[in-house]
């Protein structure tokens, strides 16, 4: 079965770093994703990403954030100067289609982030 | 706004016994629905959806009602097993693939 794979799986950085966590959606699905979910908490949506562009994107998603696809295969969220708050698992999601009423949303397992 | 919310943050139930979990939600114009379960330290996995022109879905040993007067839907899961463990969580699907997830409710099924 298909399924959308992160990378690292857990990352300890420390405030102030620059991390990128990585994501290969699966192969001929069109619209990206990332959510995160702070420990305990319900998961955010932070961006959407189509056509090489951001589609709709959270007040979380900050200039801090960006999101790019670097290549046919790989998806990546990069946080420019972490922060303790940005301390979270990361999901990557990927669909075949956009319209929303699929339902069929695949996520990845998650990157978790640490930042000390 | 956009609100999504659950009534009970843990349920426990005996194996074998059917589970309800409920789920609230605030947009009167929302339309579409979707469950999803979140197996510790996995990501949320696509369990059943509902569109707003339905009041009742079934799927394999799960079930949806969606009312819309009250704004509030459930999910049904029958003769609920070990494997069924895990936290679920009820999501507004916004256009676009946009998730607005629920607090999430964790479901312990006692052997």
């Known amino acids: 079965e298909p399924e959308v794979t992160q990378t690292p799986s857990h990352q300890v950085t420390q405030m102030g770093q620059e991390v990128i966590l990585r994501c290969v959606p699966i192969?001929?699905?069109?619209?990206f994703y990332w959510y995160r979910q702070i420990l305990g908490q319900k998961v955010e949506f932070l961006v959407s990403f189509y056509n090489n562009e951001i589609s709709e994107k959270s007040e979380i998603f900050d200039d801090q954030f960006s999101v790019e696809r670097p290549d046919g295969s790989n998806f990546t969220l990069k946080i420019r100067s972490t922060k303790l708050e940005d301390s979270a698992m990361y999901f990557c999601?990927?669909?075949?289609?956009?319209?929303?009423?699929?339902?069929?949303?695949?996520f990845g397992e998650g990157s978790r982030l640490t930042v000390l | 706004g956009e609100s999504v919310g659950l009534h009970l943050p843990t349920l426990s139930v005996q194996e074998g016994d059917n589970s309800i979990i409920n789920c609230a939600y605030s947009?009167?114009?929302?339309?579409?629905f979707i469950w999803y379960k979140q197996e510790s330290g996995k990501g949320p996995q696509f369990i059943i959806d509902?569109?707003?022109?339905?009041d009742k879905r079934q799927g394999q040993r799960v079930t949806v009602l969606l009312n819309k007067t009250v704004k509030h839907l459930s999910l049904q899961i029958a003769a609920t097993q070990p494997g069924d463990s895990a936290v679920y969580f009820c999501a507004e699907n916004l256009q676009g693939g946009k998730l607005i997830f629920g607090q999430g409710t964790e479901l312990s099924v006692k052997p």
């Open positions: 947009n009167s114009a929302s339309d579409y």
């Open positions: 509902i569109r707003s022109n339905m």
């Open positions: 999601a990927s669909s075949e289609s956009g319209s929303g009423y699929t339902g069929e949303l695949f």
């Open positions: 192969s001929n699905h069109l619209y």
